[in-house]
């Protein structure tokens, strides 16, 4: 479809990061996409329930939807849709949610394993089974 005179593009500036700027111009179309239901939770999957539903991909689909791929861990189910800017929001809040509990959950992981490191260094030592030939 050939852009109307009537219809200018909307230009958006992007910084790489190679820190090179590009301007990505799109045009309107004249009918806007029509989003999937708008009070869907993005991050459940519709067949097994799993609340573990993930992006794949996604791409802008007009100035207020996006396009995005989604991809359930559990059955392995994929979909695309398009989605408006309220819902992708939600979906990134939850996706925020799920990083903050991942990375609360490898922190505990973490300590716990060096705190089991600590202890059989401190047991070899006692033993005599580090000497300072060792280092």
Known sequence: MRPQPDN?????????PSGRTI???FYPSLDPPEPDAPARALHLC???GSDLV????WQ????THW??????PNCGLEETGVFD???????????DRG?????????????ANMEDEVERFVAALHAEHIVPDDF
Do not use: N, Y
């Not at 800017?85 to 996706?95: I, K, S």
């Open 8 to 16: 200018p593009p909307s230009v958006r500036r992007i910084v790489l």
């Open 23 to 25: 301007e990505v111009a």
């Open 46 to 48: 519709d067949a097994c």
């Open 54 to 57: 993930h992006p794949v991909a």
């Open 60 to 63: 802008e689909a007009g100035p």
């Open 67 to 72: 396009e995005v791929d989604l991809r359930c």
């Open 85 to 95: 800017q309220a819902t992708v929001d939600r979906f990134d809040d939850e996706l």
């Open 99 to 111: 990083t903050r509990a991942v990375v609360r959950d490898l922190t505990r992981l973490t300590h």
